[in-house]
């Protein structure tokens, strides 16, 4: 009797033992899917507000991971607290969303602290909410800037000449009724819009925020300042058109880096259309 209750405590224990392996075993299995399917990312578990130094966010523990699939996986997602380290918002992070590095002050590590990229400089605009993409636009984004010229602007031949290319200059004095080719100045005839720059990489971006009744960051309307990367040439002609004419941002699709070729256009007022001159 002895023997046999021997036995069948061995073949309990035993028991216990191979389901406890089959157990370990489902939740590897388990495990190895995730890892397959999904990316353990970094998230907040609180709202942070734009311009918000991390370092002291790391460390009173308010950052968390999370398994994300793939699929859902967005571009830059930080995956390490050590991303974090040293960093400061450009743009508000919401409390268990993915943390895009795009929204962190320092950029990428082959580029200059702010993100400027050698040969070019980074010039700052601010722009009221439309003008400024709407709070839409943030690091990363690469953007057309646009200007207008109303009409009776005067404006001098070689001021023109740093906006305008050559086929562009010919058009637009052509609408001017060609005046004096010796005349230092033009007092334009008709408003016009050209593109100063067709595409240049946003490389800061502050986008005003409101809380609202939840507790919830927002894009709030306001001023919006954004730093571009421009080549020498260009951040002359922005510098320019924002001191002298109204400045428009155009946030470009993310698969085109290069802009579109549109020349300026010109043209009377919807006013003169109407004969309310």
């Known amino acids: ?103 962190l002050a320092t950029g990428q590590s082959e580029l200059s602290q702010v993100g400027v990229t050698e040969d070019h400089v980074g010039v700052a605009l601010s722009l009221d909410g439309p003008r400024g993409g709407a709070g ?25 000449q740093r906006i305008l290319a050559p086929s562009q200059l010919r058009k637009f004095f052509a609408a001017q009724g060609t005046p004096d080719a010796n005349a230092p100045a033009v007092r334009l005839g008709v408003d016009f819009t050209a593109t100063v720059v067709p595409s240049t990489r946003v490389i800061q971006a502050a986008i005003p925020t409101a809380t609202d009744a939840n507790g919830q960051t927002t894009t709030a309307a306001g001023e919006v300042t954004l730093m571009l990367d421009l080549l020498p040439e260009d951040a002359e002609a922005v510098v320019f058109a924002n001191e002298r004419a109204s400045v428009w941002l155009g946030l470009l699709p993310p698969q085109n880096e290069d802009g579109y070729p549109v020349e300026a256009v010109l043209g009377p007022t919807f006013n003169e259309l109407l004969g309310k001159v």
């Open 1 to 103: 009797m002895r023997s046999r209750g021997l036995v069948v405590a061995i073949a309990i224990v035993l028991a216990i033992v191979a389901a406890a392996a089959v157990i370990l075993y489902t939740n590897q299995v388990r495990e190895d899917a995730i890892t397959d399917e999904a990316t353990q990312v970094v998230i907040a578990t609180q709202d942070i507000q734009a311009g918000t130094q991390l370092d002291p966010l790391l460390t009173q523990g308010v950052f968390d991971t999370i398994n994300v699939p793939n699929d859902a996986l967005v571009e830059g997602a930080v995956v390490s607290l050590g991303q974090l380290q040293g960093q400061t918002t450009t743009a508000p992070i919401l409390a268990r969303e993915q943390i895009p590095t795009s929204r």
């Open 136 to 160: 839409a636009i943030r690091i990363g984004d690469h953007v057309a800037v646009y200007v207008t010229f109303p009409k009776d602007t005067v404006v001098l031949r070689n001021e023109l």
